[in-house]
């Protein structure tokens, strides 16, 4: 075993949150080590969308606040990764299309005029089966991220940084003493940090001493090569199915959300009928070239929010469980984590996600 090694803080975790969280600590002075057990950015960042939906329908009223906040963030968000990291990131603000199979407010709709407006925008959806099948369409001013440009980005900049990067070194527990943080041992070395945050999305549970209540929500999900590259411009989500169009002429279609345990296996026939959902909506899209499918595992909780705040520890902090929104939350969960970490009063009011929502009790030591 190595001679310790000390830190200000350990983040425990390399996908886009924890990343995040970092860099913004780094900003603060503090020396900071990332410590991921695979590969860093390759679990539920790697896998997700990246719609930045902050749409009342489709948010908790819980969660409004903070996701409206944090998509507001995302311009200076990428810029900011984009020049530290000199890499470029597919950030698109073309919008949303959002089909509902359900009446709404009408206060909510477009009042240029549904259908023609639909029609205008994306000549290439199949009006015969939209118009047949959903009772409401509406336009949203949302922007849209490559996940996988955007977190290659954060890892890039977090060591452009300084801040340090340990892969492949599995955290075996957290060490207490007197009912404080004492230390981090893994299965390469041990630490003496100062502070330590669970960062690990649906493995976050499995970190010692508390069983935070998080499991993982499988996704599944493919992409293809349009056969022209803007024939469709706009994000598409309808209830069955969402199309998400990137810049280099790929389209995401997806996704499922499967309680599956850690399986990320991809099952031909679900894979398929994303795809026949994706041909109902745009014909065209069977003369797309199948490019890739994989299955990802977001963070889920007992009550679909965020936990992000300190557990009964002093020094243990917790910001984990996005589900669907690590993308859309992550400039905002580093901004404010960040800020309790470091003794500041948070800018939003997270008292929603507290850890202390649940009963954290300390389980018996197992390796995550």
Request: aromatic share 6%; glycine share 8%.
């Amino acid at each position: 075993m190595e001679t310790v090694r000390t830190y200000d803080t350990i983040v425990i975790g390399a996908g886009i949150i924890g990343l995040s969280l970092a860099i913004e600590l780094h900003k603060r002075g503090l020396k900071v080590l990332v410590v991921e057990k695979g590969e860093p950015g390759r679990e539920s960042s790697w896998a997700a969308g990246g719609m930045l939906v902050d749409f009342p329908l489709e948010t908790t009223p819980e969660l409004q606040e903070f996701a409206t906040a944090s998509a507001g963030m995302y311009p200076e968000f990428v810029d900011e990764l984009q020049d530290e990291s000199s890499l470029k990131i597919d950030l698109r603000s073309q919008g949303t299309l959002l089909f509902l199979d359900v009446p709404v407010d009408p206060q909510i709709l477009d009042d240029r005029g549904w259908e023609a407006r639909w029609r205008e925008l994306e000549p290439a959806l199949k009006a015969s089966n939209v118009g047949a099948k959903y009772k409401v369409g509406i336009y949203l001013k949302e922007r849209s991220v490559d996940p996988r440009h955007l977190t290659e980005a954060a890892i890039a900049a977090a060591r452009h940084r300084g801040v340090d990067l340990s892969s492949g070194n599995e955290v075996l527990r957290i060490e207490t003493t007197n009912g404080k943080v004492s230390g981090v041992r893994t299965s390469k070395t041990q630490f003496a940090p100062g502070m330590v945050v669970n960062c690990a999305g649906a493995w976050s549970g499995q970190i010692e001493p508390y069983e935070v209540p998080t499991r993982p929500v499988k996704g599944q999900m493919l992409s293809v090569i349009m056969p022209e590259k803007e024939l469709i411009r706009h994000v598409v989500r309808t209830p069955e199915v969402y199309l998400i169009p990137r810049s280099d002429g790929r389209m995401l279609i997806g996704a499922t959300a499967e309680e599956a345990g850690f399986d990320k296996r991809t099952v031909p026939e679900t894979i398929q009928k994303l795809r026949q959902a994706a041909l109902d909506l745009v014909p065209k899209l069977a003369d797309a070239r199948f490019f890739e499918a994989w299955a990802g595992l977001r963070p889920g909780t007992p009550d679909r929010l965020p936990i992000l705040g300190p557990t009964p520890t002093s020094g243990y902090f917790v910001a984990t469980g996005h589900f669907r929104d690590g993308i859309l939350l992550a400039p905002a969960t580093a901004k404010i984590m960040a800020q309790i970490m470091t003794g500041q009063q948070p800018d939003i009011a997270i008292s929603n996600f507290s850890p202390a929502r649940f009963a954290l009790d300390a389980s018996p030591a197992k390796a995550v």
